[in-house]
């Protein structure tokens, strides 16, 4: 005759079973960032580690709550580079059209830059002035 688990002894069970499957996942596919121990290793190894990791792995390291402003009609491509959305191509564009057609006279006119269309414009607005 087999014996029933009784209710609470069963949410015992699967919440080691979870546990130890979170701890698995953690520790064979290294989810969770770790932090290097530089005890025994040279401060060189440790630079060039932590650049890589932190811009290649953990890129939110860069995110900030504070709120930059990048003037379109003075910002150099990386400065452009800075605003959401915005890449090294799309940057460079903006500062083409600047020197083509002269300094933006509202900031909506950086619809009128190839690549740049309404929907970018409603993601950057609030991130770029041109005073």
């Given at each position: 005759?087999k014996?029933?688990?009784?209710?609470?002894?069963?949410?015992?069970?699967?919440?080691?079973?979870?546990?130890?499957?979170?701890?698995?996942?953690?520790?064979?596919?290294?989810?969770?960032?770790?932090?290097?121990?530089?005890?025994?290793?040279?401060?060189?190894?440790?630079?060039?580690?932590?650049?890589?990791?932190?811009?290649?792995?953990?890129?939110?390291?860069?995110?900030?709550?504070?709120?930059?402003?990048?003037?379109?009609?003075?910002?150099?491509?990386?400065?452009?580079?800075?605003?959401?959305?915005?890449?090294?191509?799309?940057?460079?564009?903006?500062?083409?059209?600047?020197?083509?057609?002269?300094?933006?006279?509202?900031?909506?006119?950086?619809?009128?830059?190839?690549?740049?269309?309404?929907?970018?414009?409603?993601?950057i607005?609030?991130?770029?002035?041109?005073?």
């Open positions: 005759m014996k029933k688990l009784s209710p609470e002894k069963l949410i015992v069970i699967v919440g080691i079973i979870f546990a130890t499957v979170l701890v698995l996942v953690n520790v064979f596919f290294d989810f969770v960032p770790h932090t290097v121990k530089t005890e025994n290793i040279n401060a060189t190894a440790t630079t060039e580690f932590s650049t890589y990791y932190n811009q290649n792995v953990n890129k939110k390291t860069y995110t900030t709550t504070q709120k930059v402003i990048v003037n379109i009609n003075t910002a150099s491509v990386q400065e452009l580079c800075t605003i959401r959305m915005i890449g090294e191509t799309k940057a460079k564009a903006i500062v083409n059209y600047r020197e083509k057609y002269g300094a933006f006279k509202d900031k909506g006119d950086i619809v009128k830059v190839y690549g740049i269309g309404e929907k970018t414009y409603e993601k607005k609030d991130s770029i002035c041109v005073n």
